[in-house]
């Protein structure tokens, strides 16, 4: 039993981790082979108390007083920047970076465990650090070592902070019509011209300077996503000694009012109108998008990962008050005089804890699961196995993002349920939880966007291979499951799953071929759903057989309690999410037209 | 087409009214006898001018401005109270009250699309009118001819407000664990002592006092349910010519602080505590959980209302969006110098659209059918026709709060999933919709207290009649749709889809026969999402089959796109919702135990 209101279970993170995914072998890598689990749990520990004594005591307080423009400058409560310092002392900006640049060198399937704890604890001011290290990330594959020198070393130690500076107000979605504009400024750099919009710890006080990773066009460039250019662009000016100095030309216009998430600034900037703006183009010029695209889908990982969190956080907020609220009397019982059942004892109370526990246990274990195959993809010795890593995270990728997202604000939408009034009120955090996950389904590509990418480019991409390589982990899952006598019939289950989602994605393929791209897209948002059920039942179903290994080995006690929780579960996944796959799936093969042929004079 | 972001389609109303519901039909009724559709068409546009000028300018200055404690007093913006004051001016807190008390003598109907606008356009400054509604219809029912001369009068004049006040710290859900006491003065009256919690419109500068209808325990009184007697209490003593005087023992002990529905105050009460508390008994001693129902069951059906109008307004904000916001290509199109596209030309916008079309529309004319229950129950002369429509009543009304509100919700996430980045910020109104809109699957008896109350009682009532009216009803409709060539497939879908409902019901009243209480409400949740389907479809159904003679009769232009736009509500319903059902049945009928089963140690 967990009954304490921690963010995260770390017992089921350790069971992740090592039971399931088995992280301890990734010190097999060269790059690892100063870790194991001892290093590993030494990370895992000192995230677990950060996050705790520093991030989650003022995850209300930054919701209540949202960062605000002051004489022209942004102020955010203290205990945002000192949270931060801690995560910078503490060596978390560098988690995974090289030791040679003062980083642990952790896998990223590890930096991602630790960093899960600071998403449940307190999402806005995490942000600050998940923008940092993703843009800190693309500077490493694609930066000049000058560049790195001046940006990606204090990015790592904490001292400044990055954005991604895509959007513009008339560019959300559609990157294709950026227009910021990049014309050379005759001494080797750029000038940068334009507007950016929505960009996240795009201005605050928090950091020496703040690194943009921007994208403009250069004058004269082809038009659409090709003529994009990435651009390096400080807020402040570095002198020789790489000293943050002047103001550069980007110039707060204003700061967004969002629902939630409020603890991160988001803000309206000005490029190059007050003052110029100056930038460093970053590799070659017409490549902006692809570079990009290494940190976008990082993004998108970990975006998933902060909305599996959030559900996370509300469901052991949920679980602590259904086991100590008194309520009710279970169904059928007629005495008036008996002391009220706590709420867990109602059987629907427990229905909602279960959606939580599958979507937040599965959602975490999903994502490290994600994370583990950018370790393969970079470090494996064997480039067949890097290729299969990439080619399985291309297609997990949007399933990550905009499955995650979606369920885990379902699941949050339980957590107010089970409070009854009381979630409603902002006495308790779980409203805040639901408010700030409905960002996700928003924010790096929305889950339209992920849909659209899934069913119009991933399943047929690499001629299949990259369903091919997902259809064979789930079909391996499947087998183990056949030997197992508890679970043999969901093995069958998920191995029919299987079959019709294959089914489902030729004939996807087979629509766009006859009746044009519109056809194969219009059901996209239920692709993407009939695929999520099936990933989360796969998902569960081998961290039901981990389970199902130690109670045969033996566990006992709370051990047997815990492993029983996995068992029940995927149970609920397998009763309750599994089976919608029928509907939707005779849907998209009938290549449903409804939305495709309702005319806009309709609506 | 219908572009302005008014919150209501006016031609949907009267479609609704007078295409589908035959509201003139109600002026066969002598009580009506005055009324027609010219009275009705006056009452509906005094509406829709009020709500939209009095009513939408403050919705999101009321959500930014919540009420607050100042020197021990309420304080609320002062455009509250010219909004209330205008609504009580034109009447409608007697919109359908008799003629001999000032009121308008209006069917219930037509109130309530009256209301339907108020709902749509700033539901927290509403709050205060509807419970003021729903006190004064109870009095109106049990209320002695002296009380109602002194309570019941000023109310539907506006003077006094209501509410209802049920909940306690210890007791929300489970009204038999009610602690406040009374007893007798010795004067003839009552003294009442306790707490009251989640008491919305329990105190406010808005009205010259405000009437609670409180439930306390007459010393003595058995335990649970039975024991609880209905009390009047004002929070100003009157005197003789009924004027409200002194404070009376009710005293404001916080403001409780919500995400959402923040214009209406929401009170934790001390009752007797500071001083005494007097209270007049309603009726008879132990009949106060009846009594209290009667304006409950109201209160549900409007509770199901209010969810579709915060969906209507949804709805049509994010279509008038999406008909102006230029983003992105329809897929397919490789031009990037094409201009883009506006958002409804992507098909995925248009699925969010229709998402939000059939839930909104569809539910307003599902509340409407309900409404018509009320007058036919209260007004017909064939007390048959009288029973029927309280047993439909009675079976529909969980489905109508409930499955709305779930519903509701999920239309509103998409009136935000259209918007973008944009829908996420407080400079539009459709997060502030999603947040209030998260108070309707809570109050007035949460979702998981409706399911249980349709899967455990309503479907069994009567030995089956309350649900043999609906499904005759729902058949009638689908035989209907057999005789129209372009609806005859959904008639059968329908028809099939209501043999599904009443086996799965049958069922589940035999787990509650053979395994107990517990067994047959453990999946009650699925239950009502599969009725809410059902009920959906054959209120889309019956939409269709009106718009559909209407495109027959020859209607042209606008006209014929308005009818079309309800064929296509019914086609995405029986094309997305509908085909969930058999999933569902699938394991309801199964008995499906996974959350009896899964036990307290394991989460």
Known sequence: MSRTAAPLNERDLAFALYEVLEAEDLARYPRFREHGRETFDAALATAAKLAQEKFAPHNRKADLNEPKLVDGRVEIIPEVKQALDAFAEAGFFAAHA?????????????????????????????????????AANLLDVFASDDQKRRFLQPMLEGRFFGTMALSEPQAGSSLGDIRTLAEEDGAGGWLLKGSKMWISGGEHPLSETIVHLMLARIRGAAPGVKGLSLFIVPNHLLDEAGRPGARNGVTLAGLNHKMGYRGTTNTVLDIGGDRPCRAELLGEPGKGLAYMFHMMNEARTIVGMSAAMLAYAGYRQSLAYAAERRQGRPAGAKNPDAPPARLIEHADVRRMLLLQKSVA?????????????????????????????????????????????????EANDAAIQIHGGYGYTRDFPVEQYWRDNRLNPIHEGTNGIQAMDLAGRKIAMADGAALDILS???????????????????????????????????????????????????????FMEMAGHVVLAWISLKAALAANRALTAGATGDEADFYRGKLASRRYVFATDLPKIAALADRIEAGDRTALETQEAWF
Chains 1, 2 share one sequence.
């Open 361 to 409: 246990e599965g959602g975490l274990l999903l994502a490290l699961y994600a994370a583990r195959l950018v370790d393969v993809k970079n470090e494996d010795p064997d480039p067949a196995a890097r290729e299969e890593a990439h080619l399985l995270l291309e297609i997990l990728t949007p399933i990550v993002k905009a499955y995650l997202s979606e369920r885990s604000l």
């Open 98 to 134: 090289d030791f040679e640049r003062g980083g642990m060198q952790l896998p990223w399937t590890v930096a991602q465990a630790c960093y899960a704890w600071f998403q449940a604890a307190n999402i806005g001011t995490f942000a600050y650090g998940f923008l940092t290290v993703a």
């Open 472 to 526: 064979r982990r789930i079909a391996e899952t499947a087998e183990a499951a056949a030997g197992d006598a508890d679970l043999a019939a969901d093995g069958a289950a998920l191995s029919a799953a299987l079959d019709r989602l294959r089914r489902t994605a030729a004939r996807l393929i087979e629509i766009g071929r006859t009746d044009g791209p519109e056809a194969q897209l219009a059901n996209a948002s239920d």
